[in-house]
């Protein structure tokens, strides 16, 4: 038995893409939704409610969940909301007034918001109508999702590999258990290891894992973050690029690269090991703020429908954010606070023009008040978690390692306005100086080029560009007591908050570029007319014209494309990307699995029945078994609250040929395996370790039935009953 190579797993990439886009973009279609981008962006979003709901739905039924129950749940949603937009435009025939296309109200008029430039009609060289209007989006999304494709596959030459460290275990086997008993409610995750968390990300690694039985979990897991990274990730930055920018040949072209390189791309999660399910939000976000942005912009004053559609929309991509991780949802609040205080003050002033000073005023008050209860709310949440307890102080919170700060301040804000990630080892990668560049030409073009809509847009990108700066700069700069309550909503953890980095750093690169991209055509243009004096050489003046005014749009694409293709960054990252999934070495204890352990753990269900569980410190890396092979470890995760039976067995296995209670437990519990794979991968002496320091190998009490490596499967044979199942 050998490990898989990216070949053999192509069935079940093409399942999870099936799975994860042809129902949503369905659903999407039956909504009246026509625009291929919008169905593309929006499936994702809408396969994973479904997913997500379903799990909790299925697992309140008592049924199983998996390809049968998700797809019927598909084909109702589907259904119903067919049903429900023939009956929209049934009641919308029989009105008494038909609907005016195309009309805008006073309000509109007299709102100063109201000619959005995503609307706009730009210069016919800007903007390419049909087809090949499609082209430049096409091409960035095809670049962008080669590139996160190759370097993966480049990094990590087998799907089978897996990230090794603590918290991959759980991730692993909650797929595992997804597989092996149906049960994929968020409310019950991995009990008793942890009841409550998302985990609509694992349930499509599931599905496709369940598509082919002989494939590994943690292969399944890979296959589901490419096609998050690869197409989910780009397609969204495109979409949030298109809200913020119109349609525009160059933004739709770098976007999808940017997305793919941008401070480290969509590898940095990855490279942390055990982000999946909060990558996975992440890469749904920009599809949310670009929603907002949509709706704060423009759809608010469009009339009913529109308000209610965008408010339907964010409701349901809302809804999928968080059955993948919620707190990803903090980070949107955050980002879209000046878009929403801009459309506050918008919305304030139409009041007062058609309702009075009044109905202005008590409506401010109103929100305010709501704002005050809110973080009132919040407040005391916050007070409860960490305030509580007199004897434990703010200061004693949020101190793992993920929360430790890695700089000074000054440092941390270099760090955030380059773009400069750090890696697993929390070693700072390389800058990429021509991000930086193109950020800060962009700026130039928004602050001092761009004037009205595309002005105010771009600052209140700038603006919520700063505001992630702050939290990021709060988990990296320091461990004041301040700091803890700004970040607590992000474990203090500067990989998350930085994770939204390229998200807006996006949107200001090419809505300052174009700004500037058009200045420069206007004053082509306008150059150019002033000097044709005489008919002759006309025509080849207007291609010498015409090549002048692409020249910095051809240099823009040819610098992203240098980016994409050389960035040092990203070939940094990369490099600590397969050293978080390498093996261990024959003989070594760190990281958790060799190749040869790994190859036992997939053969092990060769011996050992599926309803039978296998003793084994799982500190050890043998806590994968469950992933890799599809057998139940009797210690499931590396720390948790153990039972009487766990935690006596874990310090007195090795006395089994002298200790009753031991054969007792065995007995107990139905176990006849023990499965050998070396030491500790962290400190033996570890406070967390220490209860497994009774596990080891006896050999007059039990039988080698296979080895590999440094790993060893026996059979238990010192207890009478146990040995004679």
Same mark, same amino acid.
């Given at each position: ?439 800060? @030409?962009? /700026? #130039?073009?928004?602050? +001092? ?9 771009? %600052?209140?990108? &700038? $603006? !919520? ?78 291609? @010498?014209? /015409? #090549?002048?005014?692409? +020249? ?9 494309? %240098?980016?994409? &293709? $050389? !960035? ?158």
């Amino acid at each position: 038995m050998q490990l898989d190579s990216w070949i053999d797993v192509l069935p079940m990439l093409a399942a999870i893409a099936a799975v994860l886009y042809v129902p949503g973009a369905l659903i999407v279609a039956a909504t009246g939704q026509h625009r291929p981008l919008h169905i593309i962006a929006l499936a994702v979003p809408v396969s994973m409610s479904i997913a997500g709901v379903g799990g909790v739905l299925a697992s309140a039924m008592d049924v199983r969940w998996g390809w049968g129950f998700h797809l019927a749940a598909t084909l109702l949603v589907f259904a119903v909301v067919t049903a429900a937009r023939a009956l929209w435009r049934y009641v919308r025939r029989n009105e008494s007034r038909p609907p005016v296309v195309g009309r805008r109200t006073a309000a509109n008029s007299a709102n100063p918001v109201t000619t959005n430039h995503t609307n706009r009609k730009f210069l016919p060289s800007a903007v390419t109508r049909g087809w090949r209007g499609w082209l430049p989006a096409a091409a960035g999304i095809i670049i962008a999702a080669a590139m996160v494709t190759a370097r993966l596959i480049q990094a990590v030459p087998s799907p089978d590999q897996i990230t090794q460290n603590y918290d991959t275990v759980f991730h692993d086997n909650v797929v595992a258990r997804i597989v092996q008993t149906g049960e994929a409610s968020s409310l019950h995750a991995l009990p008793p290891i942890r009841e409550v968390y998302p985990i609509a990300f694992q349930q499509f690694a599931a599905l496709g894992a369940m598509i082919m039985p002989d494939t590994t979990v943690p292969a399944a897991m890979t296959c589901t973050w490419l096609i998050f990274g690869a197409v989910v990730w780009p397609v969204s930055i495109l979409f949030l690029v298109r809200a913020v920018c119109g349609r525009r040949t160059l933004s739709d072209f770098i976007a999808p690269i940017l997305a793919a390189v941008c401070a480290g791309g969509p590898f940095l999660l990855l490279d942390w090991g055990t982000l999946y399910s909060m990558f996975a939000g992440q890469a749904m976000m920009p599809v949310l703020f670009a929603l907002a942005w949509t709706w704060c912009r423009r759809d608010w004053h469009d009339g009913p429908a529109a308000v209610v559609g965008g408010l339907a929309w964010m409701t349901v991509v809302g809804l999928a954010i968080s059955v993948a991780h919620f707190r990803v949802i903090m980070t949107f609040l955050l980002i879209a606070i000046p878009l929403m205080l801009a459309w506050l003050v918008d919305a304030a002033k139409t009041l007062k023009v058609h309702k009075g000073v009044r109905a202005m005023t008590a409506a401010i008050v109103a929100f305010v008040c709501m704002v005050a209860v809110v973080f009132g709310v919040g407040c005391m949440v916050f007070a409860r978690m960490y305030l509580q307890d007199p004897s434990r102080p703010i200061s004693d919170h949020l101190n793992g390692g993920p929360a430790q700060p890695t700089e000074d301040i000054p440092s941390a804000i270099g760090r955030f306005l380059t773009g400069t990630p750090i890696n697993t080892l929390n070693n700072r990668l390389a800058t990429d100086w021509l991000v930086v560049i193109l950020l800060l @030409a962009a /700026a #130039v073009g928004i602050i +001092a080029v761009a004037h009205g809509v595309i002005r105010r847009d771009g %600052l209140l990108l &700038i $603006a !919520s560009f700063l505001l992630l700066g702050f939290v990021f700069v709060s988990c990296a700069g320091t461990h004041a007591d301040w700091a803890k309550v700004v970040t607590a909503l992000w474990y203090k953890d500067q990989r998350r908050p930085f994770a939204a980095w390229p998200m807006l750093a996006t949107p200001i690169i090419c809505l300052g570029l174009n700004a500037l991209c058009d200045a420069w055509q206007a004053w082509s243009s306008k150059r150019t007319s002033a000097n044709q004096t005489r008919k002759a050489g006309t025509a080849m003046k207007a291609s @010498a014209t /015409a #090549v002048v005014m692409c +020249a910095p749009r051809c240099l823009a694409a040819l610098l992203v494309l %240098l980016i994409g &293709i $050389a !960035s040092p960054q990203i070939r940094g990252m990369m490099a600590s990307v397969s050293n978080s999934y390498r093996f261990a070495n024959s003989g070594q204890t760190y990281p958790m699995v060799s190749r040869d352990e790994y190859l036992l753990l997939k053969r092990i269900g060769n011996y050992v029945p599926q309803n039978e569980m296998v003793v084994s410190d799982p500190w050890n890396g043998s806590a994968f078994m469950l992933a890799i092979g599809g057998r139940t470890p009797f210690y499931a995760h590396l720390s948790m609250a153990w039972d009487y039976d766990h935690s006596y067995l874990a310090s007195n296995f090795r006395n089994i040929d002298t200790d009753p209670e031991v054969c007792a437990i065995l007995q107990r519990n139905n176990l006849h395996w023990y499965l050998d794979m070396g030491g500790s991968y962290s400190d033996p002496y570890d406070p967390q370790h220490t209860m497994f320091l009774g596990i080891e190998p006896v050999p007059d009490a039990m039988e080698a039935i296979d080895s590999q490596g440094d790993a060893t499967l026996y059979r238990i044979t010192a207890c009478p009953a146990t040995a004679g199942e």
